[in-house]
C-alpha cells in the first residue's frame, strides 16, 4: 500500500519560512517523480514545485528564489523549504507521488499571517 505523510505546516508571520515533508512507502522512492501542489479555498489546486528520479528540479513562477525543492532517497522523503512566505502563500499543501500511477498525501496546512 503506498502512503505519503506530509508534514512541517503551520502558522508563520508573512516573512518567516517553513519546511515541509513527505515520507513516502509502499513504492520504490528513487523512481518516483515527486512534486508539492497547493490548493488555497475557492482555487484549484497547482503545481509548487518537482523533482525526478535524476534530481532535475522544476518551480512555480510565484516560489522562483524563494522555495527549494529537495529529496532524500535513502530517507524515502521529499522537501519543500519556502522562505519569504506571504499571506498569499497560505493553502494546504500536496506531496505527490507518480509513476506508473499517482499518489498523493493527506496535505498539510501553511497558513502565513500578515
Known amino acids: 500500500q503506498v502512503q505519503l505523510v506530509e508534514s512541517g505546516g503551520g502558522l508563520v508571520q508573512a516573512g518567516g519560512s517553513l519546511r515541509l515533508s513527505c515520507v513516502v512507502s509502499?513504492?520504490?522512492?528513487?523512481?518516483?517523480?515527486m512534486g508539492w501542489y497547493r490548493q488555497a479555498p475557492g482555487k484549484e489546486r497547482e503545481l509548487v514545485a518537482s523533482i525526478n528520479s535524476r534530481g532535475n528540479t522544476n518551480y512555480a513562477d510565484f516560489v522562483k528564489g524563494r522555495s527549494a525543492i529537495s529529496r532524500d532517497n535513502d530517507k524515502n522523503t521529499v522537501y519543500l523549504q519556502m522562505n519569504s512566505l506571504k499571506p498569499e502563500d497560505t493553502a494546504v499543501y500536496y506531496c505527490?507521488?507518480?509513476?506508473?500511477?499517482?499518489?498523493w498525501g493527506q496535505g498539510t496546512q501553511v497558513t502565513v499571517s500578515s
Open positions: 505527490k507521488a507518480a509513476n506508473w500511477g499517482e499518489y
Open positions: 509502499g513504492v520504490t522512492f528513487r523512481t518516483m517523480f
